[in-house]
């Protein structure tokens, strides 16, 4: 076996900052790394620190190379597809890659962290330029010490090569000479044609994987410090809510528990370990002002939304003269949607480990953003931002929920409330799905006027939904994107739009609002397709036909459908439904098979059509898809947040069960290659599978699926 | 607080703790083995499967007090280099974890399936994970891997007779 780790470094784990040394394959050959070094642990063992080319690529005399990775790992793959943008143009050896995820600094951006499936698109330059300024200077360190021009030598494989005489000097014998010259402008450099690619758009292995089946990857919940103590908190149980008074006399008489802290949104108890912190807590005896939501109930939530869908909103799209087309049409239908408030639900529950002192600020914590964790800390402590350190650890999954700093800002407060001591706040899987920050709920009205061939002339609509993107114009983007958005030929528009105040805590959720946008556009289209016979997949190939911008689109939808078998038999009891969605800069077909069993909607394959611009990582893109749809299938058929007396009523997976291995379809996917610029594939295939699915049972049962989860009740 | 002897890994193990602390805790907190993560609490995610006289067994809801002098196998000491168990290889060749989060506890349950059902079916493979929930969605993954990993287990094992002959 090969060992990736720097000489003389020892690679057990080493307990206060993780050193990770990841395996490879069993058979011998390959040998990946993923560690995180505890930078003075390394100063220490190491005879030299690797030189510093620029903030991506550093690179040790003993020919490692060291890629910084400033996004967030939370398994959408990052880590190597970053590694390949960097590696495509610094030409270094594959198997001498390891991974740091470097602390917050402005060379990674002004919001560094990943969200919105930016990670590609907003990296696809960056690291690129940054590979090959680091090949550049490497040229040069070469070129002197061999007195020859630059032109002379070329990059490959870990290794500068003199052309004229094929000597060569590898990358970690010219890195310190090369970390001296001046890093050369990133636009004097041409980057590679894409004919010239020799990893992107290729399948690579992820470079996380072996860590991840030994139990040595660190993720946040695995960070211990000296004397930490470990925290649990109690919140209200109604949103809004605050502590009134609190005893914690009995509290603190139990096993473990070293002390008890009021913050701002409760009571943590701080104990010498998880259980017994945990255990702690139902020993406080608080007594809550619940505020003024206390009665909020998902049946008065509904009645709140469906009162202001009554009422004229904010105008988010209009077209044409909706109302005129609208009178004119010579068919006419209408349809109520609905969808719940979902949690996100990583498997990973939400924790952070903070140390406060009186003049600094460490944290150690898996974030989708760093540059939040940051300045929520610095809030909370009052020190400069140069004075808080992120140490990001791999996610449990993140899905948008890891990119809010409320747990953060706990921990914080709590570790400030004991200055010295390092605090570990872990959060239960009861506090994950009653203290979440929800997708939010949506009630959503439209109607639709057709023509005498049944296709759409007028489009029109009253969207209810919380905002948290904040409005403009009246209209929060992230409660309608998916319905405004849409490129569909049809002429006239009315969409309008409510913020309703639920005073329930909402925020991203992994499609943000096309994750019931495009259920309630792909079912209301196919209702549209439906009231005149028509066949789905056709019906949407005429919307898609005329306007060239629609070609990609409309090619994955023609390549699901053939993949599919669109229209061919199919075994007896199976149905198709089909639905597109074009988000993040990808587009995204899907056909998905159901059944329907005793009333359940059984799922059996879904032929998935992506074209997300030029692909980086095949493999990543596979996994990002099968991914999504997972993800997306679990709120069509089984997951759904309901509130009583303020009080979210499921607490955990018991009554909030998402799919498990027996339901899972087979998921095929197929993907468009070309050289578009690189969309988003992290949230691409999401909101998808919602409608297919939906649209598979109305061909199935003739019943038009218009809230979820799905229910027994639908199918009958 | 009180001692508790058991076999961890194959080395014998000596905790001082509550008797109703969960192994869980116990492994992570007490004893800074990590590898095996909290989930839920309520044994319904695995992610929290170790072996306990070989079976494969919710950490979070099993007190420590049940343990004593029983042999408990964590994601640790599956395979001594962390890569070699024919179910570790099988995840590094269909490259399986995506966060990771909940793959200790796939791998655990799925190396408990292979001593049971050495060629096992998909419809085994979802009855016996169907315990362990993945958030990421690696499931067809899982699947294809658990029937990569019988195939390397029984390639080893014709190699093992091989030596014997």
Known sequence: ?716 | MAVFKFTLNGKAQSVDVQPQMPLLWVLRDTLGMTGTKFGCGIAQCGACTVHINGSPTRSCVTQIQTVAGKSVTTIEGLSADGVSHPVQRAWIEEDVPQCGYCQSGQIMTAAALLTKAPNPSDADIDESLHGNLCRCGTYQAIRRAVHTAARYRAEVAVAAKGELV
């Open chain 1, 1 to 716: 076996m090969i060992s990736v780790s720097p000489k003389g470094v020892t690679t057990k784990k080493v307990d206060r900052r993780t050193f990770l040394k990841a395996g490879g394959t069993a058979a011998g050959g390959l040998m990946l790394g993923f560690y995180l070094p505890e930078k003075s642990a390394l100063a220490a063992q190491t005879a030299a620190t690797p030189a510093k080319l620029n903030a991506f690529v550093r690179i040790g005399a003993d020919d490692s190379v060291t890629l910084m990775i400033h996004k967030s790992e939370m398994g959408q793959g990052t880590v190597t597809s970053l590694s390949m943008l960097l590696a495509e143009e610094l030409e270094c050896d594959w198997k001498r890659i390891r991974n740091e995820f470097p602390p917050v600094s402005p060379e990674y951006g002004a919001m560094m962290g990943a969200y919105g499936s930016l990670s590609i698109r907003t990296s696809w330059q960056q690291c690129r330029q940054a590979g090959a300024q680091a090949r550049e200077m490497l040229i040069s360190a070469a070129a002197q010490k061999w007195g020859v021009d630059k032109s002379k030598c070329k990059a490959e494989n870990n290794s500068i090569v003199n052309t004229a005489t094929n000597a060569k000097l590898s990358y970690g014998s010219l890195a310190d000479a090369a970390a001296k010259l001046p890093v050369p402008a990133a636009n004097s450099i041409k980057l590679k044609d894409a004919s010239q690619y020799r990893l992107i758009g290729t399948s690579m292995k992820r470079l996380d994987t072996a860590s991840k089946v030994n139990g040595k990857a660190t993720f946040g919940l695995d960070i211990k410090r000296p004397g930490m103590l470990y925290a649990s908190l109690e919140r209200c149980p109604v949103f809004g809510g605050k502590v009134a008074s609190f005893d914690a006399t009995q509290a603190k008489a139990m096993p473990g528990v070293k002390n008890v802290v009021q913050i701002s949104n409760g009571v943590a108890v701080l104990a010498d370990n998880t259980w017994a912190a945990a255990q702690g807590r139902k020993g406080l005896t608080i007594k809550w002002d619940e505020g003024s939501r206390a009665n909020t109930s998902t049946a008065s939530l509904k009645q709140m939304f469906a009162d202001l869908a009554q009422k004229p909103g904010a105008s988010a799209r209009k077209s044409g003269d909706a109302a005129a087309a609208m009178a004119g049409a010579a068919h006419k239908l209408e349809a109520v949607y609905e969808a719940p408030y979902l949690s996100h639900a990583p498997m990973e529950p939400l924790n952070c480990v903070a140390h406060v002192t009186d003049d600094s600020c460490e944290i150690w914590v898996g974030t989708q953003i760093q540059s939040v964790a940051q300045q929520t800390a610095a809030q909370i402590t009052k020190l400069p931002a140069n004075k808080i350190t992120i140490h990001t650890e791999f996610l449990g999954g993140g899905f948008g929920r890891r990119g809010g700093a409320d747990f953060i800002g706990e921990a914080v407060e709590i570790a400030n409330a004991v200055k010295g001591t390092p605090v570990k706040l872990t959060w239960t899987r009861e506090d994950d799905l009653q203290h979440d920050t929800y997708r939010p709920a949506s009630y959503t009205k439209f109607a639709a006027g057709l023509d005498t061939d049944g296709m759409p002339v007028a489009f029109t609509g009253t969207v209810v939904c919380p905002s948290f993107g904040g409005l403009r114009n009246g209209v929060d983007s992230t409660g309608v994107e998916g319905i405004v958005t849409h490129t569909y030929d049809i002429p006239n528009h009315d969409i309008q739009y409510h913020p309703p105040d639920a005073g329930i805590p909402v925020s991203y959720w992994r499609s943000v609002g096309f994750s019931q946008n495009c259920f309630f556009m792909e079912s209301f289209l196919d209702e549209m397709a439906a009231a005149t016979k028509k066949d789905p997949v056709e019906f949407r190939r005429r919307l898609l036909s005329k306007d060239p911008k629609n070609a990609r689109y409309l090619n994955v939808l023609n390549v699901a459908a053939d993949k599919a078998g669109w229209g061919k038999p199919l075994p007896a009891g199976h149905f198709h439904g089909v639905a597109l969605v074009n988000n993040l800069g990808s587009f995204n077909a899907q056909v998905a098979e159901v059944s329907i069993d005793k009333g359940k909607v059984k799922v059996h394959r879904v032929v998935c059509a992506v074209d997300c611009g030029q692909i980086v990582n095949k493999a990543g893109v596979q996994q990002q898809m099968e991914s999504g749809i997972v993800y997306g299938l679990s709120t069509a058929l089984k997951i759904g947040i309901t509130l009583d007396k303020g009080r979210v009523q499921q607490t955990n997976f018991n009554t909030y069960d998402p799919l498990r291995i027996d339901e899972m379809p087979v998921v095929e996917v197929h993907m468009v290659e070309n050289h578009e610029a690189p969309g988003g594939i992290g949230e691409a295939s999401t909101p998808t599978i919602v409608p297919a699915v939906a649209n598979a049972v109305f061909a199935a049962t003739g019943k038009r699926i218009r809230s979820l989860p799905i229910k027994a009740a639908d199918l009958a």
